[in-house]
């Protein structure tokens, strides 16, 4: 068994389960700050697109009290540079062979031993940024999706309190239909 098997010698935080609570107005807030920070540290590796998306950026949606922010780039190669710059600022790096989606580089922001921020790396080449804002923009724009989105996370909380996996992979049907939606001009 290897440390990745071995869930007892995680940290804390990477075994969280899953709560969603009312939506705080300060959220907003935070990923604007939160994206500042990471301009300023991800800029040194000609990383400037970097967008706080997800649940908290949108109004009135219930959430996990996490930030989702994402910086897009052209290559993973200066990953083991980027590493202990972000490290210095309580961005935990998972490694993909634990967070399973090749698609992207995966930092977790740690405070007082909880998750209060994640940062996705991803390729521009990839569709995960296009997707991923495409998504929190069509929420935004129509209230009722997000309504109906809002009571799907809270139902799924419920029924995969303890697998973060499974509650995600429990969402993708309407995310995908959301982005299969006809915008009308």
Known sequence: MTNIDNQSTWPIWATESVEIVQPH????EQGKLYKDELTRLLSLFDMQHIEHFGSTAIPNLPAKPII????ITDSFDPLPAIIPVLEKE??????PELD???HRRFFVKVINDKRVAHLHIVLQQGQQWQNQLLFRD???AHPEWAEQYGQLKQHLAIDNKD???AYTQAKTEFVQHILNQQEKI
Do not use: C, F, Q, T
Request: hydrophobic fraction near 40%; charged fraction near 30%.
């Open 90 to 95: 309580n961005w935990h790096y998972v490694s």
């Open 68 to 71: 989702d922010m994402m910086a």
């Open 25 to 28: 107005p300060e959220w907003i």
């Open 138 to 140: 069509r929420l935004i």
């Open 100 to 102: 399973g989606k090749p």
């Open 163 to 165: 697998d973060r996996e």
